[in-house]
């Protein structure tokens, strides 16, 4: 029986994913939710938007991989739920990537290395997306809490699930 149905590509895209979605939703929360200085916000801001600007085309080809490879709905109720659960995480992040670039109001800086104009000019088209954005972001850590959960679970249980994203 192969325990391995994903690809090394589709694994280094997860475990990149993993990293820059976790470390975009807590850093910017924190930002957004704690008192922090003028300085730490703006390069929270700098460093979140260099990353997810670079995530968006990577993004992409794994959610071409992901596509490519799925197959008919799992027969199990709860085996449904997972496939839905991760369908749900794909498309929510798709909205946290888009959105995030439609409500920027200035320049998107990549690392001071590439610089790409502000895709819209209308402020209030751009606070609706901003809105969106935060709204999207909240469900989105929610939805990494459960996957994280469940993976939890599945280990405790003695079903290796990391053992199938692993190289």
Do not use: E
Not at 134 to 152: E, P
């Amino acid at each position: 029986m192969n325990n391995k149905p994903y690809g090394a590509m589709q694994i280094a895209l997860h475990w990149l994913s993993a990293i820059v979605i976790i470390w975009a939703l807590i850093s910017g929360s924190s930002v957004a939710l704690l008192n922090v200085s003028v300085a730490t916000a703006a390069l929270v801001s700098f460093i979140n938007v260099s990353l997810t600007t670079l995530l968006i085309p990577l993004f992409l080809l794994r959610l071409l991989l992901a596509l490519k490879a799925a197959g008919p709905l799992p027969a199990t109720t709860m085996d449904r739920l997972a496939a839905w659960a991760h369908r749900a995480l794909y498309g929510v992040t798709l909205v946290v990537l888009v959105t995030g670039v439609l409500m920027m109001d200035r320049p998107i800086n990549v690392l001071d290395w590439l610089t790409i104009p502000a895709p819209l000019v209308d402020t209030v088209l751009i606070g609706h997306f901003n809105r969106l954005h935060i709204w999207s972001c909240a469900l989105l850590a929610l939805l990494v809490a459960v996957h994280i959960a469940a993976v939890i679970k599945h280990q405790w249980l003695g079903r290796n699930v990391l053992a199938r994203m692993w190289f």
